[in-house]
């Protein structure tokens, strides 16, 4: 038998997403149970594949935050190395890595056994260092709590109640796909205890790292706008501030007549990135996060111009 070829199937997986992880969220839980409840439920077999297809969005959604606090980098990459993957880095896979065709998360998302609920905790749990469940329990909604002015409670009620489901929803799903029982492991009714119970750990799980990775997130449009423009702005300062210290360098102001130009061409592609929201509330969010990757990767131009030495020219 062949080896598997991790790279290809790292990019035939992208290839037939619909669209990238981690973005599955309580939203596609939702709609699930919308779909059950409104249209399924009752009809035959539909109770059978439904435990399938919530099992399948929370895989997804686990793969899709592996990847994401790997690529984070310290201190859970440190603690990858801790998972049992199974990988041998060979010379493909090397130079993938090194060119960008695939990032580390990426592999070892793929590399690692989420089918099982023990699976998915093990995992979390030592990238996470701390125990999954218990995390999670104290996680409230911002959103409900900070707009909606609702009260602060934890979105797991029940911790306890949330692990039993979840473990028999996973129970349930191993019969349903891998054996054929006489009778029905689960009962219909099951299938909405199934489907909270999921969207809770989702809701709660995404909660709980999205505040770990980028601390308290802006919530509304006006938040985003406002956090995308200071980012930019840092961004903007930096560049300023390396284009000061090439002209004391090499006592000329040629670099600031070439950034006048650069600013002009930033704002311009800056403004033609955001015409995909023209008029409207995200246009500004798209303006700013578009101005920012551009000065950062000026930025990062001019330092390597710096270190490569090259002074028989300025940028």
């Given at each position: 038998?062949?080896?598997?070829?991790?790279?290809?199937?790292?990019?035939?997986?992208?290839?037939?997403?619909?669209?990238?992880?981690?973005?599955?969220?309580?939203?596609?839980?939702?709609?699930?149970?919308?779909?059950?409840?409104?249209?399924?439920?009752?009809?035959?077999?539909?109770?059978?594949?439904?435990?399938?297809?919530?099992?399948?969005?929370?895989?997804?959604?686990?793969?899709?935050?592996?990847?994401?606090?790997?690529?984070?980098?310290?201190?859970?990459?440190?603690?990858?190395?801790?998972?049992?993957?199974?990988?041998?880095?060979?010379?493909?896979?090397?130079?993938?890595?090194?060119?960008?065709?695939?990032?580390?998360?990426?592999?070892?998302?793929?590399?690692?056994?989420?089918?099982?609920?023990?699976?998915?905790?093990?995992?979390?749990?030592?990238?996470?260092?701390?125990?999954?469940?218990?995390?999670?329990?104290?996680?409230?909604?911002?959103?409900?709590?900070?707009?909606?002015?609702?009260?602060?409670?934890?979105?797991?009620?029940?911790?306890?109640?949330?692990?039993?489901?979840?473990?028999?929803?996973?129970?349930?799903?191993?019969?349903?796909?891998?054996?054929?029982?006489?009778?029905?492991?689960?009962?219909?009714?099951?299938?909405?205890?199934?489907?909270?119970?999921?969207?809770?750990?989702?809701?709660?799980?995404?909660?709980?790292?999205?505040?770990?990775?980028?601390?308290?997130?802006?919530?509304?449009?006006?938040?985003?706008?406002?956090?995308?423009?200071?980012?930019?702005?840092?961004?903007?300062?930096?560049?300023?501030?390396?284009?000061?210290?090439?002209?004391?360098?090499?006592?000329?102001?040629?670099?600031?007549?070439?950034?006048?130009?650069?600013?002009?061409?930033?704002?311009?592609?800056?403004?033609?990135?955001?015409?995909?929201?023209?008029?409207?509330?995200?246009?500004?969010?798209?303006?700013?996060?578009?101005?920012?990757?551009?000065?950062?990767?000026?930025?990062?131009?001019?330092?390597?111009?710096?270190?490569e030495g090259k002074s028989d020219d300025v940028p």
């Open positions: 038998m062949a080896p598997r070829d991790r790279i290809r199937e790292i990019i035939e997986i992208r290839k037939r997403s619909v669209r990238h992880v981690p973005s599955l969220t309580k939203f596609d839980m939702d709609h699930l149970s919308d779909v059950w409840g409104q249209q399924l439920k009752g009809v035959e077999i539909a109770d059978e594949l439904v435990p399938i297809r919530v099992v399948t969005l929370l895989e997804v959604f686990v793969r899709g935050w592996i990847e994401k606090l790997v690529n984070q980098g310290a201190p859970y990459v440190e603690r990858a190395a801790k998972l049992n993957i199974g990988l041998k880095f060979d010379f493909a896979i090397a130079s993938s890595l090194h060119g960008g065709v695939v990032t580390l998360g990426q592999l070892i998302a793929h590399s690692v056994s989420v089918s099982r609920l023990e699976s998915i905790v093990d995992v979390l749990e030592t990238l996470l260092d701390e125990n999954l469940f218990s995390s999670i329990s104290t996680v409230h909604d911002r959103w409900a709590v900070e707009i909606e002015g609702k009260p602060d409670l934890p979105i797991v009620a029940d911790i306890e109640q949330l692990k039993r489901n979840l473990f028999r929803l996973f129970e349930v799903r191993h019969i349903l796909v891998h054996e054929m029982p006489r009778k029905k492991p689960h009962t219909a009714d099951e299938v909405d205890g199934f489907l909270r119970s999921a969207t809770l750990f989702v809701q709660a799980l995404d909660e709980m790292l999205s505040t770990r990775l980028h601390g308290k997130y802006p919530l509304n449009q006006s938040e985003m706008n406002r956090d995308a423009a200071a980012r930019s702005a840092a961004a903007t300062e930096e560049l300023a501030e390396l284009c000061e210290k090439i002209a004391r360098e090499y006592d000329s102001t040629t670099i600031h007549d070439v950034q006048k130009v650069w600013a002009i061409f930033c704002d311009a592609e800056a403004d033609r990135q955001s015409q995909v929201a023209f008029g409207g509330s995200m246009q500004p969010m798209i303006y700013s996060s578009a101005a920012e990757s551009l000065t950062r990767a000026r930025t990062d131009e001019l330092k390597r111009w710096i270190e």
